[in-house]
């Protein structure tokens, strides 16, 4: 019997943004009905919530915006996690086989085993990742259903995140009307948005750039082999050019996005910006080659981090699917320039895949978290439960989302 399409709707919690997105999701993929979205006005830093009441207020916000469009009231959500407490493990796992082939819950009871590991407390598993499975010692197998034997095993990623954490998001959820059915790390979300079977199949990167934070996963042949988070981000270059230039960071953040350059390779001689300083003293003049050094300083600073990563997981010098950058601050000109000198990696900007209908607002790098939960929760109708694959096209819809692309637009990181 055909499965029908499922209304879901997500909520994504970022440093400068909360966005809640309701679509239809099933066999024929994604149909976007609505989409809200509001500032998080400093209620995170570095993925940590650290003012409640206020991040409930935003959520309320977006959530009205969202069901206004959407004609639909919203009650369960996909919520993303993510913070500097996140990170990867891996785990295997073995079942024994009742029946003497491998059943749909053989696997989830394999899959749950894996789930069972030593972890620091309060750390829980939110993403399990299966890499490959045995049965009767055969290895390397993508799907072992139906297969005869006596014993099944996994390899799987995990992603784990602070128990607190997912609570105090679930809080905030549940205090504006939403309950948390089912989380999932911004990082893996990101990057089941942007990357290209081409490129995991060869082994590849995503660096997920937001305003308080960096999250990098690593993709090879068989999926997801790595995750870690890198606590700076977006906001972090603002801060840095309000001290550098002595301007408030309103006027900071106004000048890393009309005018910041992440490798600037003619560095213009001459060339001029006026800067307001703080405290109402005055406008000064300062040579532009001090800002693109600034942001030049930070940049290279966290492709460092992300190097240290790469060089823990072993492939420093071997990625040969390249760096895809996603995220708000993906979008600064340059920093694909600066990551192919920093990181010696081929590099691209990531935009949710296969969206052309929903350009206005969803083809944008800022919006790869939120769209990857709908992939996500889209994966039940797309694949079997044995091993996880990467978007194809979702369907279309027209026209419904002029009136917040300017929003999008206006969210800076």
């Not at 929903?358 to 939120?370: E, F, G, K, V």
Request: aromatic share 6%.
């Amino acid at each position: 019997m055909r499965q029908r399409a499922e209304t879901i709707a997500t909520l994504e919690l970022g440093s400068s943004k909360v966005v809640i997105t309701v679509a239809d999701v099933g066999p024929e993929g994604i149909s976007v009905r609505g989409v809200g979205i509001a500032p998080a006005n400093d209620c995170l830093r570095e993925g940590n919530i650290v003012n409640l009441a206020g991040l409930v207020q935003a959520i309320n916000t977006a959530k009205l915006e969202a069901e206004n469009m959407a004609g639909y009231t919203i009650g369960d959500v996909y919520a993303s996690v993510s913070g500097s407490h996140v990170y990867g493990v891996t785990s295997s796992a073995m079942t024994n086989l009742k029946h003497g082939k491998v059943l749909d819950s053989d696997v989830r009871d394999v899959l749950s085993n894996a789930t069972v590991i030593s972890l620091p407390p309060n750390q829980r598993v939110v993403d399990i990742y299966p890499l490959s499975y045995s049965v009767d010692g055969i290895q390397n197998i993508d799907n072992p259903m139906e297969m005869s034997g006596k014993r099944l095993d996994v390899d799987a990623h995990l992603v784990t995140a602070s128990g607190s954490a997912i609570d105090n998001m679930s809080k905030c959820a549940a205090r504006a009307g939403l309950r948390v059915v089912k989380t999932v790390s911004s990082a893996l979300a990101s990057a089941l948005a942007v990357l290209h079977d081409e490129e995991r199949e060869i082994g590849a990167a995503v660096l997920d750039f937001g305003a308080g934070l960096c999250e990098l996963t690593i993709w090879e042949a068989q999926g997801l082999v790595y995750t870690a988070v890198i606590p700076v981000g977006g906001h972090n270059i603002t801060e840095d050019i309000a001290i550098g230039l002595s301007t408030p960071i309103a006027v900071a953040e106004e000048l890393k996005v009309t005018q910041g350059h992440a490798y600037n390779t003619s560095h213009t001689n001459g060339t001029t910006i006026q800067v307001r300083g703080a405290g109402g003293r005055g406008t000064y003049n300062y040579d532009i080659n001090n800002l693109y050094s600034i942001i030049e300083e930070r940049v290279s600073y966290i492709f460092s981090h992300v190097y240290s990563q790469l060089v823990n997981y072993g492939r420093k010098d071997f990625l040969p699917g390249g760096l895809v950058l996603t995220g708000g601050a993906s979008k600064m000109p340059g920093l694909i320039d600066a990551a192919d000198e920093v990181l010696n990696m081929n590099a691209r900007i990531g935009f949710p895949r296969d969206v052309k209908e929903l350009s206005t607002i969803l083809n944008d790098p800022a919006m790869a978290t939120s769209y990857g939960l709908l992939v996500c929760a889209g994966m039940r109708y797309n694949t079997d439960i044995p091993r996880a694959k990467l978007p194809g096209g979702p369907p279309q819809q027209r026209g419904l989302l002029k009136e917040i692309v300017r929003k999008v637009k206006g969210f800076t990181v």
